[in-house]
C-alpha cells in the first residue's frame, strides 16, 4: 500500500515503518524464488544459481549434493586433453576433437582443454608418475597389421613394408593425402590404407595406423576409417578421438557416448563428457560437470558460451551469435548445428560433407557434398548417382546444370538401350550423342569425371560404333569408357581416333604406339613404358627391402604436377610396372593423356 502515497509522504514514513516490513519483503520475494525454482527442472536451477551467485557457491553446492542426487552421475573432476608424449605426432591433423584426455607424462604440458598457449608449472604429483608404457598381451594381434582388405584381395604381398621405417611411412602417407593425385592414384594409395600387411618392425605406438587412419580422414573416407578402428580392437584415447569423430560426423554420436561411458580406461574431456551427458538426457549431471569446469576454470570462454547455450539456449539473446571456433572441431561443429547456428561444409575439411549426407539435411547441401566425396573417390559412384537423381532440378546456373545434364544423359542412355531414343529437341536421331556433348563438359567442371566412366562407361560400350547413336561425339564415349575400369574393352574399337586415343587405346593394351607428331607428354609416357627395371632416382628402395615405401614415393609423382614434370611422370610409370603393378601404370598413362587436370 506504501507505493500508493505521494513520494514526500512515503519518504517521510520509511524510516518508521521500513524495518517492519523488510522482513515480511524479503519473505514474499523468498516463497516466489521458490515457486520459481520448483517448476525448473534441476540443471536450470543450477545455472540460474551460477549467475547470481557465481561459480564458487554453485560448486560448494554440488559438492554437498547427496550421492543418491541424479547430478552425483557426473565424473569427477577430469584432466585436460593433452598429448600422450612430448612429441607432436606425425600425421597429426588440426581439427580432431579433445573428446577424451591421454595419460599425462612428464614432458606434457598441463594446459587447459582447447588452448595452446605456454605450458603451466607441471604438478609435482603428476611428474611423479611413471612414463607411459604401452601394453599389449602377447597373444594380442598388432594393431598395425589391421585391415578391411586381405592380401587375396589386393594383389600386393603381405611383407610389402619390409625394413621401412614406421616413422617413414607414416610422414609419406600424410604427405600423399595433402595431394591432388591421378584418379589412378589415388586408388592403389586407398588400397594400400586398407591393406593387410606385416606391420614393420618397432612400432608399439601404431604411428603407422594412427597415419593410415588420418589419411583417411583427410581423404573423407569416414566408414572406412570407422571400420579399420574398429577392425584394429584398440582403445587407447589417440585411437576412440578419431572413432569419436566419425561417429559425430556420421550423425551416429549416441552409439560414440555410449562407448565412451562403457569404457573405464577413458577419461573424457569436459565438453565431450557434457555432450554426452545432455544427449543422454541427463542435463542435471551436464550442468553440474559445466559448472564444475568453470570453477575449476578449465574451459575457454569460448567453450563455455557454446556448450552453455547448447544445454540453455534461453539464456541468450535470439540475435546474438557464438564466435567460429579456429579450427572448428566436429564436436563444436555439432554443438552449433545443435543451437540453431550450422555451419556450411563446403569450406571445411572434406571430412565435414559427410554430415551433410544425411537424410536430415536438404537436397542442394547434399549434392554439393556428394561432389565433393565424389570427386575426391570418397563415395560410392551409385551414391552419388542416386543422390543426383531424387529430383528434378531446383534452379539453374552452376551446380544445377550439372545436375540436369547427367539426368538428361541417363534418360537419353536409357532410351537407347531400349531402342526409342529420343533427343532433346524431340527428334530421335543423335539423342545419345547430344547429351552426352552437354553431359560430359559438366562432369569435368565438376571434377567428377572418374565416378561418371565407372558407372556409364560398359553401358557405353555397344555404342562406341554406331554411328546412328553417336554421329558425332563417339570420341566423347571412347574416351569415358578408356578411363574406366573397361578401359581394355574400350582399346578394341574399329572408329578411327584422334592421336591422343589412338596412343590411349594402344596403352590400353600395355604397348603403346606413338602417332607421326608424338608430344613431349607422349614421348614420356611412352618412355616409362619403354625403360626396363627400376629408375635411378627410386632404385635405392628396391635395394634396401623397401618396396611399399617405394610404392608410396612413386605414387606422388602422380600429383597435379605428373604434366609438367615429365621426368617424374616417366619415373612413376616405370616403377609401379617394375613393381608388377601393371594396370595402375596403364590408367595413370591413359588419365595422363585423356583427363583435364584444370577440371
Given at each position: 500500500m506504501m507505493r500508493f502515497l505521494p513520494a514526500p509522504i512515503r519518504f517521510a514514513f520509511w524510516p518508521a515503518i521500513g524495518p517492519a516490513i523488510r522482513p515480511e519483503r524479503a519473505a514474499l520475494r523468498a516463497r516466489q524464488n521458490a515457486r520459481l525454482n520448483a517448476q525448473l527442472p534441476v540443471w536450470r536451477r543450477l545455472r540460474r544459481l551460477h549467475r547470481l551467485h557465481g561459480a564458487s557457491s554453485l560448486l560448494a553446492l554440488c559438492l554437498c549434493l547427496p550421492a543418491t542426487s541424479a547430478v552425483a552421475q557426473a565424473s569427477p573432476p577430469i584432466p585436460a586433453a593433452v598429448p600422450a608424449t612430448g612429441e607432436a605426432p606425425l600425421s597429426a591433423i588440426d581439427w580432431l576433437s579433445d573428446s577424451v584426455a591421454a595419460p599425462q607424462s612428464p614432458t606434457a604440458s598441463n594446459r587447459s582443454i582447447g588452448t595452446t598457449g605456454a605450458p603451466d608449472p607441471l604438478d609435482l604429483a603428476t611428474n611423479a608418475l611413471p612414463e607411459n608404457v604401452t601394453v599389449r598381451a602377447l597373444d594380442a594381434p598388432d594393431p598395425n597389421a589391421a585391415g578391411l582388405l586381405p592380401p587375396s584381395v589386393t594383389g600386393l604381398p603381405a611383407d610389402?613394408?619390409?625394413?621401412?621405417?614406421a616413422r617413414s611411412l607414416a610422414r609419406q602417407i600424410s604427405d600423399l593425402s595433402q595431394r591432388d593425385l591421378l584418379p589412378a592414384a589415388q586408388r592403389l594409395f586407398h588400397t594400400l590404407l586398407l591393406a593387410e600387411l606385416d606391420p614393420p618392425a618397432l612400432d608399439p605406438d601404431a604411428i603407422l595406423l594412427i597415419a593410415r587412419l588420418d589419411a583417411l580422414l583427410e581423404m573423407g573416407a569416414l566408414d572406412e576409417a570407422?571400420?579399420?578402428?574398429?577392425?584394429?580392437?584398440?582403445s587407447r584415447p589417440e585411437f576412440f578421438r578419431r572413432w569419436f569423430d566419425v561417429k559425430l560426423l556420421l550423425g551416429t554420436e549416441n552409439q560414440a557416448c555410449a562407448r565412451l561411458d562403457a569404457l573405464p580406461n577413458l577419461s573424457p574431456?569436459?565438453?565431450a563428457r557434457i555432450f554426452c551427458l545432455a544427449r543422454g538426457g541427463r542435463w542435471d549431471a551436464a550442468a553440474v560437470t559445466l559448472a564444475t569446469a568453470e570453477a575449476l576454470d578449465l574451459i575457454s570462454a569460448q567453450e563455455d558460451a557454446l556448450i552453455t547455450k547448447f544445454l540453455d539456449p534461453d539464456l541468450f539473446d535470439e540475435a546474438s551469435e557464438l564466435d567460429v571456433p579456429q579450427p572448428l572441431t566436429p564436436l563444436a561443429f555439432r554443438m552449433l548445428e545443435a543451437v540453431?547456428?550450422?555451419?556450411?561444409?563446403?569450406?571445411?575439411p572434406l571430412a565435414f560433407a559427410q554430415s551433410d549426407l544425411r537424410d536430415v539435411i536438404g537436397w542442394r547441401a547434399r549434392i554439393i557434398a556428394s561432389e565433393r566425396l565424389a570427386r575426391a573417390g570418397a563415395l560410392d559412384a551409385n551414391r552419388w548417382l542416386g543422390i543426383w537423381t531424387e529430383a528434378g532440378p531446383a534452379a539453374s546456373g552452376g551446380i544445377w546444370d550439372r545436375v540436369s545434364a547427367l539426368q538428361n544423359f541417363e534418360r537419353a542412355l536409357s532410351a537407347a538401350e531400349a531402342g526409342t531414343p529420343e533427343a532433346l529437341d524431340g527428334s530421335l536421331d543423335g539423342a545419345l550423342d547430344g547429351a552426352l556433348d552437354v553431359v560430359w563438359p559438366a562432369m569435368i567442371e565438376g571434377g567428377t569425371t572418374d565416378p561418371f566412366a565407372t558407372l556409364f562407361a560398359a553401358r557405353l560400350l555397344p555404342f562406341l560404333d554406331d554411328a546412328?547413336?553417336?554421329?558425332?561425339?563417339?570420341?566423347i564415349a571412347r574416351t569415358i569408357v578408356l578411363l574406366s575400369p573397361d578401359y581394355e574393352a574400350g582399346a578394341r574399337s574399329d572408329s578411327p581416333a584422334s592421336a591422343p586415343l589412338a596412343l590411349a587405346e594402344s596403352l590400353a593394351l600395355g604397348a603403346p604406339v606413338l602417332p607421326d607428331r608424338p608430344t613431349p607428354l607422349m614421348l614420356a609416357i611412352r618412355d616409362g613404358f619403354a625403360m626396363r627395371g627400376v629408375p635411378e632416382r627410386l632404385s635405392g628402395y628396391t635395394q634396401n627391402a623397401q618396396l611399399g615405401e617405394g610404392i608410396l614415393a612413386a605414387l606422388a609423382l602422380l600429383d597435379g604436377n605428373a604434366l609438367v614434370d615429365l621426368?617424374?611422370?616417366?619415373?612413376?610409370?616405370?616403377?609401379?610396372?617394375?613393381a608388377g603393378l601393371e594396370e595402375t601404370a596403364r590408367r595413370a598413362g591413359i588419365e595422363a593423356l585423356l583427363m583435364d587436370r584444370g577440371a
Open positions: 610389402l613394408w619390409g625394413a621401412s621405417d570407422e571400420a579399420l578402428i574398429e577392425r584394429a580392437q584398440v574431456t569436459y565438453p540453431g547456428e550450422p555451419i556450411p561444409t563446403n569450406t571445411l546412328s547413336a553417336l554421329p558425332d561425339h563417339s570420341d621426368d617424374e611422370l616417366r619415373d612413376a610409370l616405370a616403377f609401379l610396372r617394375a
